[in-house]
Structure formats: structure tokens, C-alpha cells
Nanobody, 114 residues
Framework: VQLQASGGGSVQAGGSLRLSCAAS????????MYWYRQAPGKQRELVAA???????NYVDSVRGRFTISRDNAKNTVYLQMNSLKPEDTAVYYC?????????WGQGTQVTVSS
């Protein structure tokens, strides 16, 4: 199983970024997918989740600003991040589980300056 995340970068507050995570080695369409983030000195937190039926859920701090989506034809999950704030600065990871094991992408850095 491989998860390849991309799309991070540096933006000013109020800006937007779109993260992508391409998956291989799994039957993507039957997997729930997740985005986590970890800021310096903080624990990794779940940011957004999307089920196989495209139900979504978000941590309160990003609800209304971030949108998680998936394209099963491309085996890819996305995180559209709008109205970014400095407190969104973190390394973002995509995640899924397969046969009882957790799998993580390599992480992509998002830096938001004020």
C-alpha cells in the first residue's frame, strides 16, 4: 500500500491550497480515507474523513473552510483548503487502513503566514 501526498506549500492567510493523495495497492473505492495534520509540538489530529459513500466529517476548527472529496477513478482523495489561517500550519498526512494496518502518506507541509 502506498499513499503519495502532494499539494502543500506556503500561502498567506486567507489563501487556498488543494492537497491530493494518490493511493495504490488497495481497492480504493471500498476504503474510507482520512486527512490528518501535525503542527510542531502538537499531537497529530484528524482533520477530515470521507467514507465510501462520500459522507464527510471535519474537525470543528476547519468545518466550513475545508472540503474533502474523492475520485475513485483516479484512486485519489483531495483536501481543498480555503480561508487558510496561520493555525492551519502543519504537516498534512493522508491515511487509510487495510487488513487491520494503518497506512500513511509521507506528509506534505502547509505553511500559512499572517
Amino acid at each position: 500500500v502506498q499513499l503519495q501526498a502532494s499539494g502543500g506549500g506556503s500561502v498567506q492567510a486567507g489563501g487556498s491550497l488543494r492537497l491530493s493523495c494518490a493511493a495504490s495497492g488497495i481497492i480504493f473505492r471500498i476504503k474510507a480515507m482520512y486527512w490528518y495534520r501535525q503542527a510542531p509540538g502538537k499531537q497529530r489530529e484528524l482533520v477530515a474523513a470521507i467514507t465510501t459513500t462520500r459522507s464527510t466529517n471535519y474537525v470543528d476548527s476547519v468545518r466550513g473552510r475545508f472540503t474533502i472529496s474523492r475520485d475513485n477513478a483516479k484512486n485519489t482523495v483531495y483536501l481543498q483548503m480555503n480561508s487558510l489561517k496561520p493555525e492551519d500550519t502543519a504537516v498534512y498526512y493522508c491515511n487509510t487502513a487495510n487488513l487491520g494496518e494503518d497506512y500513511w502518506g509521507q506528509g506534505t507541509q502547509v505553511t500559512v503566514s499572517s
